[in-house]
């Protein structure tokens, strides 16, 4: 009987130590499992924090100029520049705006609510005008139209006069014209997308209360579509403000263009960065405006969505002069242009299609390249952080984060290599402290400058695509793989990455082509001699050298095709996905 009861009570002993063997690991497996997540945590939240403060940092340097202006340099800016260039850009945007709303609402509402011959072209082919940057269709429209152009010439060859009568191209309504050409996609694409899913109802409603279809489309279709349309028209004024290339073709002064003379006409970095704090603070507001105007919109449907049996078929006259506006309208702002880029590409590819060129396009290349992916795998990483943190710091690090893209090429390339130069003076200061060797420059007027100016600049069109395809990740498949004991970037490397694919080559596509044509920032931050295709065409077209800049831009054009054919596809393949099941035939 002792015998069983020590056997028990040794059992018991033995059972005991045994659990508190296991809790002890059990303990320590816990403590080392949490202490690794918040490891991967605090790393992951430290390089969002470090990417915020990257983007942010070049803002404040240009903010700092403003608090703490240079008198004598202010008071000279004030006396010499200011005046002009607020009278200037206001008309520029004021026209330019005027421009795109006739322009995209018009073409708007005749391809998504009316039926004529040729309506399902116009679709896209409306579209193709944003492959061309407004620099290209400029120096084109000027080379085209300007008094010793071959239009001009032949007007006065054949007709014996001087063609007094004609436009002059340079002037205030011809780069006004040229732009709405070139912005007016902007509007079109938004202003669409709010017709189609109107639907029908609300046009009838209002005709059966007395009002024709003209009223009708002011009264009621109109301002439906209004938060739209006014987003499209932010985003068509931010271009306007950020343009650098078209305004210096044109000789036309605004702000951009101004800082860029006071750095490099002036050789004053604090003029230019005064003058980019004014036109910061444009910007910021009307960020904050498309901001409330995206909160605005809000999708209510109203009867069915337009289809081809709820359209309004334009008859007689009407059918064929909403055709031929439209015709007109792609013959101008796309077709014309590529011919005349196209001939004058024949012209000048024996003289300029040479190893020089082949440089220009290597490093165009090898820019676009390295831009896209590092753009891509931050995006990618900042869209994971946000799936996995959705958190209040986490919302507002990625909203700094993605500021880089709102702000003009001109204005961050001067809060760059301002914070650049500061940089390159603090390291150069260390290492001559310790080491006592001399050094010059570190940072400043090298590849890692541009391409960091290139990643403020573009990060919020990798992010936004990645992060539009990781919403199609459900928190299923999440759950699915943590059972798995797949945590981490393991998840993201195993799982998220081959289901974004799709997502991750479009945003490296947007960027790659971003990059191709960005003119300031590489013309402002580059190294010596590392000229691209966007830098060889202002420095051709400043020289009037229109035949020479047309083969680089043919280059460009042909890339900047490349999204708008990935965008038709989508939408093809949502509107197939959407289409409504045919009717049964009747026997």
Same mark, same amino acid.
């Given at each position: 009987m002792l015998t069983r009861q020590m056997m028990a009570f040794a059992t018991l002993e033995f059972m005991n130590i045994s659990v508190c063997v296991l809790n002890e690991r059990y303990q320590s497996s816990l403590g080392s499992t949490l202490l690794k997540k918040a490891r991967a945590i605090i790393s992951i939240r430290f390089v969002a924090v470090i990417s915020a403060l990257f983007v942010i940092t070049p803002i404040l340097v240009i903010f700092?100029?403003?608090?703490?202006?240079?008198?004598?340099?202010?008071?000279?800016?004030?006396?010499?520049?200011?005046?002009d260039l607020l009278k200037n850009t206001l008309v520029l945007c004021i026209g330019v705006l005027a421009g795109t709303f006739i322009l995209g609402v018009g073409a708007a509402w005749l391809t998504a609510v009316c039926d004529f011959p040729g309506r399902r072209f116009f679709n896209w082919a409306l579209m193709l005008p944003l492959a061309i940057p407004t620099y290209v269709l400029a120096f084109v429209f000027i080379g085209l139209l300007d008094f010793s152009s071959p239009v001009q010439t032949l007007l006065r060859t054949q007709f014996a006069s001087s063609a007094e009568w004609f436009p002059d191209i340079r002037s205030t309504a011809g780069i006004i014209f040229v732009m709405s050409l070139a912005l007016?996609?902007?509007?079109?694409?938004?202003?669409? *997308?709010?017709?189609?899913?109107?639907?029908?109802?609300?046009?009838?409603?209002?005709q059966a209360l007395g009002q024709n279809r003209t009223k009708s489309f002011f009264k009621v279709a109109l301002p439906m579509a209004r938060p739209w349309i006014a987003s499209?028209?932010?985003?068509?004024?931010?271009?306007?403000?950020?343009?650098?290339?078209?305004?210096?073709?044109f000789n036309y002064d605004t702000f951009t263009t101004g800082i860029y003379k006071a750095w490099f006409g002036f050789f004053s970095l604090s003029a230019a960065a005064q003058l980019s704090s004014?036109?910061?603070?444009?910007?910021?507001?009307?960020?904050?405006?498309?901001?409330?105007?995206?909160?605005?919109?809000?999708?209510?449907?109203?009867?069915?969505?337009?289809?081809?049996?709820?359209?309004?078929?334009?008859?007689?006259?009407?059918?064929w002069a909403a055709c031929g506006a439209l015709s007109f309208t792609v013959l101008i702002a796309f077709l014309i242009p590529c011919i005349q880029l196209l001939v004058w590409s024949v012209k000048?590819?024996?003289?300029?299609?040479?190893?020089?060129?082949?440089?220009?396009?290597?490093?165009?290349?090898?820019?676009?390249?390295?831009?896209?992916?590092?753009?891509?795998?931050?995006?990618?990483?900042?869209?994971?952080?946000?799936?996995?943190?959705?958190?209040?710091?986490?919302?507002?690090?990625?909203?700094?984060?993605?500021?880089?893209?709102?702000?003009?090429?001109?204005?961050?390339?001067?809060g760059i290599v301002i914070m650049v130069n500061f940089t390159d003076k603090q390291i150069i200061w260390i290492i001559n402290t310790l080491t006592g060797i001399q050094l010059k420059s570190i940072l400043n007027g090298t590849i890692i400058t541009v391409l960091f100016a290139y990643t403020v600049r573009f990060l919020?069109?990798?992010?936004?695509?990645? *992060?539009?395809?990781?919403?199609?990740?459900?928190?299923?498949?999440?759950?699915?793989?943590?059972?798995?004991?797949?945590?981490?970037?393991?998840?993201?490397?195993?799982?998220?990455?081959?289901?974004?694919? *799709?997502?991750?080559?479009?945003?490296a596509m947007l960027i790659f082509v971003d990059?191709?044509?960005?003119?300031?920032i590489t013309l402002m931050t580059r190294p010596f001699g590392w000229d691209t295709l966007a830098v060889k065409i202002f420095e051709l077209t400043s020289e009037g050298e229109w035949q020479r800049a047309a083969l680089p831009s043919v280059t460009l054009v042909i890339a900047g095709l490349i999204p708008l054919i990935l965008l038709n596809r989508k939408s093809e393949q949502s509107n197939s996905i959407h289409k409504p099941p045919a009717k049964p035939l009747r026997i």
């Open positions: 700092s100029f403003l608090l703490q202006p240079e008198s004598e340099i202010w008071q000279h800016i004030v006396d010499t520049l200011l005046v007016y996609p902007y509007v079109y694409l938004l202003a669409r *997308n709010a017709f189609q899913t109107q639907g029908k109802r609300a046009l009838e409603v209002s499209g028209l932010m985003l068509v004024l931010m271009e306007t403000l950020a343009d650098f290339g078209a305004v210096s073709i004014v036109l910061l603070i444009f910007v910021i507001l009307l960020v904050i405006v498309e901001q409330q105007m995206r909160a605005k919109m809000q999708f209510h449907q109203v009867g069915k969505l337009s289809t081809e049996d709820s359209r309004i078929r334009l008859t007689g006259w009407k059918k000048a590819a024996w003289v300029e299609l040479d190893s020089h060129y082949i440089g220009l396009l290597i490093r165009s290349l090898f820019f676009s390249l390295m831009a896209a992916a590092i753009i891509t795998c931050l995006g990618l990483l900042m869209a994971y952080i946000q799936r996995q943190y959705p958190d209040l710091v986490t919302k507002w690090t990625i909203r700094l984060s993605s500021m880089g893209y709102a702000l003009p090429g001109t204005v961050l390339a001067v919020t069109a990798g992010f936004n695509s990645i *992060n539009s395809s990781m919403h199609r990740v459900t928190r299923s498949i999440d759950e699915a793989s943590t059972l798995l004991g797949i945590t981490g970037v393991k998840l993201l490397r195993r799982i998220h990455i081959p289901i974004l694919k *799709n997502g991750l080559y479009a945003a990059v191709m044509k960005e003119m300031p």
